[in-house]
C-alpha cells in the first residue's frame, strides 16, 4: 500500500510540474524523484541508484539513439 501512495505522490508531482508550470517532462520526472526522495528520507542510497541506472544497457541505447538522430 506504501508504494501505491508513492506512485500516487510522483505522478501528482509530475501533473503539477508538467502541465502548471509548463516545464518539460525530464525536469518533473527530476523534481519527482526529489520529492520522492525527501519523503522516503533516502538521499543516502542516491548514489546507488545512479550507480545502477548507469550500469544498464537502456542508457546506452539511449545515448546511441540520441546521436545518430543528430548525425
Known amino acids: ?3 501505491l501512495s508513492y506512485l500516487g505522490i510522483m505522478l501528482a508531482v509530475m501533473l503539477v510540474w508538467f502541465g502548471l508550470f509548463r516545464r518539460p517532462v525530464y525536469e518533473a520526472a527530476l523534481v ?3 520529492v520522492l526522495l525527501t519523503i522516503t528520507g533516502n538521499w543516502s542510497s542516491i548514489w546507488v541508484y ?5 550500469s544498464t544497457s ?4 539511449m545515448l546511441s539513439f540520441t546521436v545518430m538522430s543528430v548525425v
Open 32 to 34: 519527482s524523484f526529489l
Open 50 to 54: 545512479a550507480e545502477s541506472a548507469m
Open 58 to 61: 537502456l542508457l546506452y541505447s
Open 1 to 3: 500500500m506504501e508504494s
